[in-house]
């Protein structure tokens, strides 16, 4: 067949498409009437996972899981600012890893808020300046994000649902060789993660490596400077126009970081696959047995604990601490109810949301 015929055929089928998008818009405009009259949230993460579950079992084309939860995320979004304009803030700068995870999850439509710290997305939210905000809780080869497990104690928001990003590192430079290049941007945990590529395509080429604060700075600098690198993502060298030498250049493909979405005042619906996050400050921590005891409650209802993160209680002079708590099930659960209400106020619940392999 002909490149033109292909090309027709092509055409059509992007008229079709935009079609059937219209009438599904249309659909979602009467949606958000009946929720604006019924005062119903929004923002529905298990309908849409159950959308994009039904949609994998039915597809038996090219399509991938990732590429039509990519698709589909993005027409949720479009979909969501009809029904309701959605502000949300995320930790920056722009083209971050935390900027990447927000618009993969509410997409290009969405009005965003780049704020400079994760104590100004949560305070974002918290006085409503933002509908949603989005902050990294945790990395599997770096840890957990003290800062943001630190203002979940302390803030009065709600988890709203959380993403996991696969964490890509691209190597980008306005020169096309490498004898060319005289340094390298990036930030320090970068080069660290980088350090085989580095290592291999780089040694004795007398290249300076310097740290700054963010990937994306690294790849704005690049962009400016011809004899110079960037290790980032791949959004931020979209961004600021600087082209792409090699991509997955860590060192481990296994690099995760989870994202929280945080909301004011939000409960999900339970569904067959959730996670939920408390803080438990236990009383007399001093005491032998009292974290064994608690961790003993959960095993003995059959709850299984994912994670468990202990931080010091501030303010006071004795050495005591208060936990991060994760495990599956959600909050209405009769065996979580049951734990909820034997410790009462010692317990603070933070949300139950879908939970992402």
């Known amino acids: 067949m002909e490149l ?39 923002y529905r993460p298990e309908r849409e996972k159950q959308i994009l579950d039904r949609l ?36 920056g700068p722009e083209g971050s890893f935390t900027h990447q995870a927000a618009e993969g999850r509410f997409g290009g439509m969405s009005e965003y808020m780049v704020l400079p710290t994760i104590h100004s997305v949560f305070e974002s939210v918290e006085t409503g300046r933002s509908k949603f905000g989005v902050v990294p809780i945790e990395n599997n080869q770096e840890g957990i994000v003290i800062e943001t497990v630190d203002y979940l104690r302390e803030k009065n928001l709600s988890i709203v ?57 690294a790849a704005k600098l690049a962009a400016d400077e011809p004899d110079a690198a960037a290790i980032c993502s791949s959004i931020s060298a979209r961004l600021f126009g600087v082209p792409i030498l090699f991509d997955n250049i860590e060192d481990s493909d296994q690099n995760r970081t989870r994202f929280l979405i945080l909301a004011k005042d939000f409960t999900n619906i339970k569904s067959d696959d959730d996670k939920t996050t408390i ?23 059959g709850i299984n604990l994912t ?49 992402v392999s």
């Open 4 to 42: 033109q015929n292909l090309r027709e055929r092509i055409d059509t089928l992007d008229d079709q498409l935009l079609t059937i998008l219209n009438e599904r818009m249309e659909l979602v405009r009467q949606v958000g009437e009946l929720k604006r009259s019924s005062q119903s949230i929004i």
């Open 56 to 91: 994998e079992k039915r597809n038996n084309g090219l399509l991938t899981r990732q590429a039509i939860d990519a698709i589909f995320f993005e027409i949720f979004a479009v979909s969501r600012n009809l029904e309701l304009p959605e502000r949300v803030a995320y930790l």
């Open 161 to 217: 649902a959380e993403v996991l990003l696969q964490v890509h590192f691209t190597f980008a430079s306005q020169s096309d060789s490498l004898k060319d290049i005289k340094k390298i941007y990036s930030k320090d945990i970068a080069f660290r993660q980088c350090g085989k590529f580095i290592h291999e395509y780089l040694d004795g080429m007398n290249v300076e490596l310097i740290p700054v604060e963010s990937t994306s700075k």
């Open 279 to 301: 803080i438990a400050n236990l009383p007399n921590t001093n005491r032998p047995g009292v974290l064994y005891e608690f961790l003993k409650d959960f095993n003995d209802r």
């Open 307 to 355: 994670k468990i993160e202990s931080r010091p209680l501030r303010g006071e002079a004795a050495f005591r601490t208060w936990f991060l708590v994760e495990f599956l099930g959600h909050m209405q659960d009769p065996p979580v109810q049951e734990i909820m209400h034997k410790y009462g106020t010692h317990l603070k619940w933070l949300g139950s949301y879908i939970k």
